[in-house]
């Protein structure tokens, strides 16, 4: 027609503007003005306001009041754990098909309920699909009724506490609470404010799907403290924490010495790596970026690697991209300064910045943000500020991208765009981190396992793994109960090695002198200190090394450069080097066995045994080398995904007293097959026949380094092991004392920990416990030593 005018779809799109909201969230404040508007605790299956109690109030993205919620105190933490300890009894001996009825039933009231739940989350600024949760409880409830099926030997911990600080997601928060629920635990919730009104719905829809009374409980506080004070009540049996560092830190530290073994998740603060190489679909790969970095909220921190070939193409679509952005709001003003503070500094040190306006000059809204250039060690990059900041760094090849991935301090998650699938599958493998998606990013699904590395989290969520969290072999002994000791962690091991002094000897007799096993040489001490080891008798049999930090320092430096090459390794190949160390055991189990009966005072039929035993671990540890169970999880959407078993890395084990030789094969066997590196430290009071042991592993072809003993005071060792940071995990064996202070100094730098009050499992039997031919035990050693990595590959 004459005159007319037709536009393209771009210049509509352009046009466009945002409807009307139509969220009124009627249905989530009908349910608050139930409740009055004021939250109470949910104890005993219902919710209880008792008098007297402080409030605080929740405010929506508008400032609005939303609600109150109550702070518990002492009493109210007492009453809500006293009723999970009532409840743990008849929950955990339903059958399996009776604890999955309340999950499934669960599901279908939150789908029934789905606008209130999902308007409650707008309102408290948690939000959360409630498809998600749906498929949360349907997925859990299939393992509840599965549990004594596929899981046999393992028993649930008991009360479990699961603690959320005030920046975590809802989803994140009933990740840790469905598991615990379904394998027979009972569970106290400390939700952060934002969670708490949805955590308490979700409580409710639980009651009246038909949870019996007592099995989950909801108490809610001023701050994360609350949660220190629910694991020292002394029915607590577990507790796991979901959020940022700081608090995660500050629970773990109040909690040391109190018995209660703490697992954190954290991927607030995790900075993700998202790299795109040159082979990558360019545009995908910015959409992603745009998609999710630029959020008003997201799970982690970002850091953009490009390939040098691309970097014009990808920051010409950014700039193209941003150019229609508006301000995002920040959370507080706080925020706001540090936001500032990053971009000046990123700015002072060369990067240029790239915004689609200039900030306002006050305020919480800040424009998104591309800083071009940065260096690896800028704070934007490993520690970026909680905002619309995205630091771009460039590489030339893709061993230097995974080298710079790798860089971060964090292992959360990783996102990787390349239509290479060699060069992906690489990548992934490569990668030191729990969860990778190819081509996509920020895919969830409870069947698949992530586990935190390095400062990102020391436990697995999600998956199969994620429930054994929550479990324990029926052989095994929890912690025992107590409160902290008094103990001053600065002065804790630190007493320096003392020179030996001569005293004369008996001419017939003379006492030999052993060596460590550092890089796979025998070697003295560092100190030069060496220390007595007596008979039972009180005669002085030979003299070992007084080893100390640096000569755990020595030892790691040698299992940072021997780890990664054997991991690499195939699994055959670790197989046949621990069959050809079990054979070679084989041939020296005389002088063993003189060394154990001599030094523990055994007979020679109970060292006969020990040592018989020693070779039979061995043997079955190569048999599982190549019999890992890694899987393909079964989605409820389109695309592949990968669950992979990875070697935790460098781990610090102190060895028991309880067995001399035993112990140490079914430890290093474990750790050992799985890809690890391992620093030993041999019982102080008999660690002839470790050292003895070291002879055979220098005729082994296990490489140097691999394996490093080292003997000395156990305090002295336990404390270098804590505090080097390259150590990702220390399975200790020893004193209360020495738990409560891995508890406490492991909370910075984050360290998985296993530990053992050996007292009290000895008066136990525990002794005789590493004899015993227990699946369960030799599964829970296949797991501590292992980590999960998850990778989602999308098909369409």
Same mark, same amino acid.
């Given at each position: ?14 046009? %466009?503007?945002?409807?009307?909201s139509?969220?009124?969230?009627? #249905? ?36 609005? @009041? ?5 702070c518990?105190?002492?009493e109210?933490?007492?009453?809500s754990?006293s009723?999970?300890a ?21 599901a279908?009231?939150?789908?029934r309920?789905s ?26 409830a ?30 994140? !928060?009933?990740?840790k609470?469905?598991?615990? !629920?379904a394998?027979g $635990? ?8 934002? #969670? ?5 719905l979700?409580?409710?829809?639980f ?7 007592g ?26 924490f @979901?959020? $940022? ?27 993700c790596?998202y790299?795109?190489f ?6 995908? &790969? ?5 998609? @999710?970095v630029?959020?008003k909220r ?6 953009l690697?490009?390939?040098e ?9 950014l ?12 959370q ?19 990067? @240029?910045?790239?915004?689609? +306006?200039? /900030? ?9 943000t591309?800083? +071009?250039?940065? &260096? ?10 909680? =905002?619309p ?9 893709? =061993?230097?991208?995974?080298?710079l991935? $790798?860089h ?7 996102s990787?765009w390349t ?5 992906a599958l ?7 981190v729990?969860?990778?998606?190819? $081509? ?15 400062n ?19 052989s095994?002994? /929890?912690?025992p ?9 600065g ?9 030996s002094?001569?005293? =004369? ?8 002198s052993?060596s ?6 025998s ?13 039972p008798e ?9 080893g ?45 066995v003189?060394s ?9 039929e ?10 039979s ?10 019999k ?14 990968l669950s ?6 460098v ?10 030789l035993l112990p140490l ?8 097959? %799985? ?10 009071k008999?660690?002839l026949p ?30 270098a ?13 020893g004193?209360?004392?020495g ?12 360290k ?35 980590v ?6 999308p098909?369409?």
């Amino acid at each position: 027609m004459a005159g007319s005018t037709t536009k393209t779809v771009f210049e509509i799109f352009q046009t %466009m503007d945002y409807g009307p909201s139509n969220s009124t969230f009627s #249905t989530a404040q009908s349910w608050l003005e139930l409740q009055d508007a004021s939250l109470g605790l949910f104890v005993e299956g219902k919710f209880a306001h008792p008098a007297g109690r402080q409030t605080r109030s929740l405010t929506d993205s508008t400032g609005r @009041t939303v609600c109150s919620l109550m702070c518990a105190v002492e009493e109210d933490v007492s009453g809500s754990v006293s009723s999970a300890a009532k409840g743990l009894k008849g929950w955990s001996e339903l059958s399996c098909h009776q604890r999955a009825q309340p999950l499934l039933r669960l599901a279908g009231a939150l789908q029934r309920h789905s606008q209130c739940v999902s308007e409650l989350c707008e309102l408290s600024q948690s939000p959360c699909s409630p498809a998600a949760l749906v498929r949360l409880a349907q997925y859990y409830a299939g393992w509840a009724q599965l549990r004594d099926t596929l899981i046999p030997d393992w028993i649930p911990r008991g009360v479990v506490a699961v603690v959320g600080s005030e920046d975590c997601s809802l989803y994140s !928060l009933w990740l840790k609470i469905l598991p615990a !629920l379904a394998v027979g $635990n009972t569970v106290v919730v400390v939700p952060g404010m934002p #969670t708490a009104p949805p955590s308490l719905l979700l409580a409710q829809l639980f009651g009246e799907a038909g949870l019996p009374v007592g099995v989950l409980n909801v108490i809610t506080g001023s701050d994360v403290s609350l949660g220190a004070k629910v694991a020292q009540n002394p029915n607590m049996a577990y507790m796991t924490f @979901t959020g $940022n560092k700081q608090d995660a830190e500050a629970l773990c530290r109040q909690t040391a010495g109190w018995g209660v073994p703490v697992s954190v998740s954290l991927s607030l603060d995790s900075v993700c790596p998202y790299i795109i190489f040159e082979s990558a679909d360019i545009d995908s &790969a910015v959409d992603g970026v745009m998609e @999710t970095v630029f959020k008003k909220r997201r799970e982690c921190q970002w850091a953009l690697y490009v390939q040098e070939s691309v970097l014009k193409s990808v920051v010409a679509r950014l700039k193209l991209r941003l150019a229609g952005m508006k301000s995002i709001p920040l959370q507080s003003e706080a925020h706001r300064a540090l936001v500032d503070t990053a971009v000046q500094e990123a700015e002072r040190q060369g990067a @240029t910045i790239i915004q689609p +306006c200039p /900030p306002p000059t006050s305020g919480t809204l800040y424009p998104p943000t591309l800083l +071009c250039g940065v &260096a690896p060690s800028c704070q934007a990059v490993v520690c970026p500020a909680p =905002g619309p900041i995205l630091p771009l760094l460039t590489f030339r090849g893709p =061993g230097e991208g995974v080298t710079l991935g $790798n860089h971060s301090s964090h292992g959360h998650a990783a996102s990787i765009w390349t239509e290479d699938l060699t060069l992906a599958l690489e990548t992934t493998k490569s990668l030191s981190v729990g969860s990778v998606w190819v $081509n996509s990013l920020s895919v969830s699904d409870p069947s698949l396992s992530l586990s935190g590395r390095k400062n990102s989290g020391n436990c697995t969520d999600g998956g199969r793994e994620g429930l054994y969290q929550f479990l324990r072999p029926s052989s095994s002994f /929890p912690l025992p109960r107590s409160s902290p000791c008094a103990l001053d962690y600065g002065a804790f091991g630190a007493a320096a090695a003392k020179a030996s002094v001569p005293e =004369g000897f008996d001419s017939s007799s003379i006492p030999r002198s052993y060596s460590h096993l550092v890089a796979g040489r025998s070697c003295k001490a560092d100190s030069g200190c060496s220390r007595a080891v007596l008979s039972p008798e009180g005669a002085v049999l030979a003299h070992c090394p007084d080893g100390g930090r640096k000569d755990v320092r020595n030892a790691v430096e040698a299992a940072i450069k021997a780890q990664p090459s054997w991991m690499k390794k195939s699994p055959s190949a670790r197989a046949q080097s621990l069959y050809s160390l079990a054979g070679l055991l084989v041939q020296k189990r005389q002088p063993l066995v003189t060394s154990i009966q001599t030094q523990t005072g055994l007979t020679l039929e109970e060292a006969n045994q020990e040592v018989d035993l020693s070779i039979s671990r061995l043997y079955e540890w190569a048999a599982r080398c190549d019999k890992d169970m890694c899987g393909v999880p079964l989605l409820p959407q389109s695309g592949s995904a990968l669950s992979i078993s990875e070697p935790v890395g460098v781990l610090g084990v102190v060895l028991p007293d309880s067995k001399s030789l035993l112990p140490l094969v079914s430890l290093l066997g474990a750790a050992v097959a %799985m890809g690890n590196a391992v620093v030993m430290v041999p019982s102080e009071k008999y660690p002839l026949p470790a050292l003895e042991f070291i002879q055979i592993l220098q005729s082994s072809d296990l490489p140097g380094g691999v394996v490093s003993i080292i003997s000395g005071g156990r305090d002295q060792l336990t404390q270098a092991l804590a505090n080097h940071s390259v150590i990702q995990a220390v399975w200790y064996w020893g004193s209360k004392k020495g738990c409560q202070f891995l508890q406490h100094t492991c909370a910075s730098p984050l360290k998985r920990l296993w530990l053992h009050c050996e007292g009290d499992e000895q008066k136990a039997g525990e002794g005789g416990l590493w004899s015993l031919p227990q699946p369960s035990l030799m599964e829970e050693m296949w797991r501590q030593a292992v980590v999960w990595k998850s990778v989602w590959i999308p098909t369409a």
